[in-house]
């Protein structure tokens, strides 16, 4: 660590710069802060107080840890690419400094974290990752912040600044939650904070989840009404109902099952939400629609094509959309009392399975977005043919109502 004194100047104020050398190259880089002669100890690497100089008491333990901070982050570059890149250059050296460096701004580190999100195949997340990178550069307006900066106002004022917008309740906290678990993971990466966690004293309000479940009467006329002049909201309603038969199987989950996950009757398949591993019996009207829908795809429903995980998740969004409208439309025309969609079928497998009379504990009216942690953490300690004797009553109850 050194002060750039190349370009002389009559207020003996320089750049404080980091210099690398490697195999008699040299390379520079400044960390950003501009710095009296008096202020800096060359033969300590470390800013000083000075009466003469421009820095104050309260920077000098600041500039320090940044400074060793920086040069931990080079030493552990230097042994990270002498033990999986031998032979490695300056520049390659250089390049990665520069690249981990620039996570410590938020924004960056969000970026590469959709990336290897991508790459694990959860593009969902990584979706909602984008979302709420997209609604913090509209609050920043072009500015960048570091981790140091995400401060508890920098929060409350970005909250107030989606409240204006009229961003509901439950949107807002999933931005902040997202923001937190980078925020955390940013932590527990090294990477310099400042303070403690700005998350910790933050108070997010809640917002009830509007009514999405429908009756008996009401599941038995969806599936009892003559569509089939109409293939594209036959099929939509096919999915619906599905989802109702595989105990509220969740749509992405649904779209992407494959006729080798069903074994012996029973389908096995991952949330891709949560990751649970999940076991659903086939019932007969469950076996009638994977049977209407066969062909030499993989896939148990005609929704994706495409075996690149990219062009499949963009082929899962298209027909989350397209499903919705059609759903919307149906339910317009059965004159329903709330606005259909996929999320519905698992709301109202829920409720009628209470109404049914089993207890919360094994299903819960709470697979909405309040109590779904707990609800699955009941849900995992039933036995499988519990369950499946549960679904079988619910979808018996629909056909009394037929």
């Known amino acids: 660590m050194l002060l750039n004194t190349h370009r002389r100047n009559d207020c003996e104020i320089y750049p404080l710069i980091i210099r690398v050398v490697y195999h008699r190259r ?145 949107t807002v906290n999933m931005y902040i939650r997202n923001l937190r678990a980078v925020y955390n993971k940013a932590q527990k990466q090294g ?27 009401d599941i038995a006329r969806i599936v009892s009404v003559d569509l089939s002049s109409e293939p594209l909201l036959d099929c939509a309603r096919d999915l619906f109902m599905f989802s109702f038969y595989a105990r509220g199987m969740p749509f992405v989950d649904i779209v992407f099952l494959k006729h080798d996950s069903i074994i012996n009757g029973i389908i096995y398949y991952e949330r891709n939400k949560t990751g649970q591993r999940m076991q659903v019996r086939v019932i007969p009207p469950l076996a009638a629609l994977i049977e209407k829908y066969r062909s030499s795809y993989p896939y148990v429903l005609p929704y994706i094509t495409s075996f690149s995980d990219r062009t499949s998740y963009m082929q899962y969004r298209y027909a989350l959309g397209n499903v919705n409208r059609l759903l919307k439309r149906l339910g317009r025309r059965l004159h329903l009392p709330l606005v259909l969609t996929t999320y519905v079928a698992r709301h109202s497998w829920a409720t009628i399975a209470k109404e049914e009379g089993f207890s919360i504990a094994s299903i819960s009216e709470g697979l909405g977005h309040t109590s779904e942690a707990t609800t699955q953490i009941y849900l995992q300690s039933f036995n499988s043919e519990v369950i499946d004797k549960i679904n079988e009553q619910v979808v018996a109850s629909i056909g009394r109502h037929i």
């Open 26 to 170: 040299k390379s520079e880089y400044s960390l950003g802060w501009k710095i009296h002669t008096s202020n800096f100890s060359a033969d300590r690497e470390r800013v000083v107080y000075s009466s003469t100089g421009n820095l104050k008491r309260k920077d000098l333990g600041l500039i320090n840890d940044a400074i060793s901070q920086e040069r931990e982050r080079l030493l552990k570059i230097f042994a990270f690419l002498q033990q999986n890149m031998p032979g490695f250059s300056l520049s390659q050296l250089m390049d990665k400094y520069r690249m981990e460096r620039n996570l410590r701004y938020v924004d960056a580190f969000i970026v590469r974290e959709i990336e290897r999100l991508r790459q694990e195949g959860r593009s969902g997340t990584a979706g909602l990752y984008l979302s709420g990178l997209y609604s913090l550069r509209r609050f920043l307006r072009g500015q960048k912040i570091t981790f140091r900066e995400l401060t508890y106002c920098f929060l409350t004022d970005y909250i107030h600044f989606l409240r204006m917008r009229g961003i509901s309740e439950n």
């Open 191 to 217: 990477i310099n904070m400042g303070c403690e966690s700005p998350f910790r004293e933050l108070k997010l309000q809640t917002q009830e989840t509007a009514k999405r479940a429908l009756c008996k009467h």
